[in-house]
């Protein structure tokens, strides 16, 4: 199939019916409900792997909407704990609120980690695009420094982010992934070879400082690099993991657990399941074959 025709099919992708969208993009989302993310969460266990759920949605206009995701996730927390599953949480600050004010964001977010550390849980606070990143790290410095039990992220593709390292509380938690938003040229490297080389440096400047760093990938050639760093820097085994998305590279992930890394899935569900899978599928190049084999009933 010509690169070309895949394009096609991905600029095409919110005409397609929803159920067809769904049939494909379902291997990405646990599923609507809470059960659907746990049942997940279980059968990740059963080959190694450990988790962190996602409840679904982004960009609240209202309030009472931040309100109810953080209550979701106080009780994803409380779910988590009486299964004692292997398990934490990732939280997106629009979700919470972050684009309405973001004392109400800190105020949600930071329910969220007392919850969590009431279960001897976690949180990370996911970055989003480049106008939430000044606001997401004050969030994530002020609550590791007064509560723990939360983590943040980085996005290698982004200039500042080497000055970001450089700012963290010591000890933070970080995961480093590539980055997916698309940035003015200013805020973000473009070319790919340069965005993996920053990649690569970030990871070797988070290690040598000392931080717990969460390996987001799904590149091979940064997973060798990781795990060449790993062993000249002699990082323990305590103080790093892989992680990769639900749906994603599963031989990769079966590899790095069978060699006895520490691999943490992504497991997102809700109700808000079809716009995070229209962007999933956006960013599959395999997205062309399989939604089309959907539309003619292939397997």
Same mark, same amino acid.
């Given at each position: 199939m010509s690169g070309v025709f895949s394009w096609l099919v991905r600029r095409g992708l919110p005409l397609i019916p929803k159920p067809i969208v769904? =049939?494909?993009?379902?291997? *990405?989302?646990?599923?609507?409900?809470?059960?659907? /993310?746990?049942?997940?969460?279980?059968?990740? $266990?059963?080959?190694?792997?450990?988790?962190?759920?996602?409840?679904?949605?982004?960009?609240?206009? /209202? /309030?009472?909407?931040? $309100?109810?995701?953080?209550?979701?996730?106080?009780?994803?927390?409380?779910?988590?704990?009486? =299964?004692?599953?292997?398990?934490?949480?990732?939280?997106?600050?629009?979700?919470?609120?972050?684009? %309405?004010?973001?004392?109400? /964001?800190?105020?949600? %977010?930071?329910?969220?980690?007392?919850?969590?550390?009431?279960?001897?849980s976690f949180v990370r606070i996911d970055m989003e695009d480049i106008s939430t990143t000044d606001a997401t790290l004050r969030i994530h410095r002020d609550l590791a420094l007064r509560h723990g039990h939360?983590?943040?992220?980085?996005?290698? *593709?982004?200039?500042?982010?080497?000055?970001?390292?450089?700012?963290?509380?010591?000890?933070?938690?970080?995961?480093?992934?590539?980055?997916?938003? %698309?940035?003015?040229p200013e805020h973000a490297y473009r070319a790919y070879e340069t965005v993996r080389a920053n990649y690569l440096y970030a990871l070797e400047k988070l290690f040598a400082a000392g931080h717990r760093v969460a390996v987001a990938t799904h590149d091979e050639h940064l997973v060798c690099g990781a795990l060449a760093l790993i062993d000249r820097l002699g990082v323990p085994a305590d103080r790093r993991e892989f992680q990769m998305l639900l749906g994603v590279t599963a031989p990769l992930r079966r590899t790095l657990l069978a060699a006895g890394h520490r691999l943490r899935v992504y497991?997102?569900?809700?109700?808000?399941? *079809?716009? *995070?899978?229209?962007? =999933?599928?956006?960013?599959?190049?395999?997205?062309?074959?399989?939604?089309?084999?959907? %539309?003619?009933?292939?397997?």
């Open positions: 769904g =049939r494909v993009a379902m291997r *990405y989302v646990a599923g609507a409900k809470l059960e659907d /993310a746990l049942r997940t969460v279980g059968e990740l $266990a059963g080959e190694g792997a450990v988790a962190t759920l996602d409840v679904l949605g982004e960009e609240v206009t /209202a /309030a009472d909407e931040a $309100a109810a995701n953080t209550d979701a996730y106080v009780r994803v927390l409380a779910a988590i704990a009486e =299964r004692g599953l292997a398990a934490n949480v990732s939280v997106k600050p629009t979700s919470l609120g972050l684009k %309405i004010d973001e004392q109400l /964001a800190h105020a949600n %977010i930071e329910r969220i980690v007392v919850a969590a550390a009431s279960h001897d939360v983590g943040v992220v980085l996005q290698a *593709y982004l200039r500042r982010t080497l000055d970001d390292i450089g700012d963290l509380p010591p000890d933070s938690s970080v995961r480093l992934c590539k980055g997916i938003y %698309i940035e003015p497991v997102p569900f809700g109700r808000d399941w *079809y716009p *995070y899978s229209i962007r =999933r599928l956006r960013e599959n190049p395999e997205v062309a074959r399989h939604v089309v084999r959907a %539309i003619f009933g292939g397997t």
